[in-house]
């Protein structure tokens, strides 16, 4: 039972370094979601792809870019790494569209840029 | 106005008490709520799912109250395992997809 896969679990990187973290679900699931948390902050909404084919903002975009490869694989890019950037970051998926069904999370990546 | 809150916590229990968390919602046409576990640097889980009707499970108790716009998680006999965070879960804000809640912690001891 995978459900949701992310990859990796840790990284270090340097201020204006890029890189792509990949999510990968094996539910079906339409819907899947990037989402930060920070100390305090909660889970802030990154992007999502309601479906294959879409993707769409969230409450804290700048600086990210999304890819959603196909049904199972929804990936996220920094293109330019900023200290503020530091972060885990929480993959997740959905069976329906819209938010109305239960997300399943990946265990997380993460991130520290220096 | 934010969507879904919480009390932070944290809420300081012995083992074997009954312990309740409140959250608020402010999207009155809500229909999909949750309850989600979420242990030390991990990942949330979910907990349960909140009906109209109410849900338990085990020791695990979700209430929806429509009128006053809250729902409400009961555990009972509190174990040490139950220390964790909690986070509330609404429907969509402007996003089309669940509105999290930022957590109320749980600290169970023995």
């Known amino acids: 039972n995978a459900g949701v896969t992310q990859t990796p679990k840790f990284q270090v990187l340097k201020t204006g370094q890029s890189m792509t973290l990949q999510c990968a679900q094996d539910?079906?699931?339409?819907?899947m979601y990037w989402y930060r948390q920070d100390p305090g902050m909660g889970l802030r909404l990154i992007y999502y792809?309601?479906?294959?084919?879409?993707?769409d903002k969230g409450e804290v975009p700048n600086g990210y870019n999304v890819s959603r490869l196909n049904k199972r694989e929804f990936s996220l890019r920094l293109e330019s790494a900023a200290p503020s950037q530091t972060s885990v970051y929480f993959c997740?998926?959905?069976?329906?569209?819209?938010?109305?069904?239960?997300?399943?999370f990946g265990q997380g990546t993460r991130l520290t840029v220096v | 106005r934010k969507e879904v809150e919480q009390d932070p916590g944290p809420f300081n229990v012995p083992e074997g008490a009954t312990v309740a968390f409140n959250c608020t919602y402010s999207?009155?046409?809500?229909?999909?709520f949750f309850w989600y576990r979420q242990d030390c640097r991990k990942e949330p889980k979910l907990l349960m799912s909140v009906y109209s009707s109410g849900n338990e499970d085990g020791r695990f108790t979700a209430q929806l109250n429509r009128a006053s716009q809250y729902i409400s998680l009961l555990i009972r006999d509190s174990k040490l395992s139950d220390s964790a965070t909690y986070l509330c879960v609404g429907p969509p804000s402007g996003y089309s997809t669940l509105t999290f809640g930022k957590g109320t912690m749980l600290l169970v001891s023995p």
């Open positions: 997740a998926s959905s069976r329906g569209q819209g938010g109305f069904t239960e997300a399943f």
């Open positions: 792809s309601a479906s294959e084919g879409t993707t």
């Open positions: 999207n009155s046409a809500s229909q999909s």
């Open positions: 539910m079906n699931h339409n819907s």
